[in-house]
């Protein structure tokens, strides 16, 4: 086991699958490969994520085991990989103003289009988020997105996050939000 990325060093990892009312999230596994390029080839999922890549680059290039790392869950639905949700801390250079230090943890989510729409991403990141909350009680979560991005707006505010700052990057307006540390109950 290692810690959850860098700055998440108290956190075991892997943990125990995470079972939701219809998900479970868990970590990457070999036949996961073909879901992972069918998502990062996917011109609807790289829309505000910097585009869809080439299909053939990421046949050659994916491992066979695609994004195990720390931090990294697969949203697994009736025994298929749907999508990802990550946990990763900001970099120095991203600082977010929300903690003196930088460093936040900041989600990250695409789930293929056949998924969107039925409330699975609300679903597993609320999960993970949950399960960040109990792993490392008192942490700042931050949640970045374009503000074109309409549905990632909406599943912010689902989430439990508020707007702390609006930015210019990448081309495009970016919304921060934080999600208020609370201590997990029971």
């Known amino acids: 086991m290692t810690g959850l990325?860098?700055?998440?060093?108290?956190?075991a990892w892997p943990p125990a699958p995470i079972r939701t009312e219809r998900l479970v999230l868990r970590e990457s596994e070999a036949r996961d490969r073909a879901a992972f390029i069918e998502l990062f080839a996917s011109p609807e999922v790289g829309t505000y994520v910097g585009g869809a890549r080439p299909r053939d680059e990421l046949e050659r290039t994916a491992p066979e085991v695609p994004g195990r790392r720390p931090g990294f869950f697969v949203a697994e639905l009736d025994g298929s990989m749907i999508?990802?949700?990550?946990?990763n801390r900001r970099d120095a250079e991203r600082r977010s103003q929300v903690r003196p230090d930088a460093g936040e943890a900041e989600?990250?989510?695409?789930f293929l289009p056949e998924a969107w729409g039925h409330g699975y991403a609300a679903e597993a990141c609320a999960a993970a988020l949950d399960w960040f909350t109990d792993a490392l009680p008192g942490e700042p979560v931050v949640l970045s997105t374009q503000t074109a991005?309409?549905?990632?707006?909406?599943?912010a505010v689902k989430l439990g996050f508020t707007e702390v700052q609006r930015y210019e990057e990448?081309?495009?307006?970016?919304?921060?939000?934080?999600?208020?540390?609370?201590?997990?109950?029971?």
Request: glycine share 18%.
């Open 149 to 155: 991005n309409t549905r990632s707006m909406r599943l």
């Open 83 to 87: 999508g990802i949700v990550e946990l």
């Open 170 to 186: 990448w081309g495009a307006e970016q919304w921060m939000g934080v999600r208020s540390p609370v201590t997990p109950s029971g």
């Open 107 to 110: 989600p990250g989510y695409l």
């Open 5 to 11: 990325g860098v700055g998440f060093e108290p956190v």
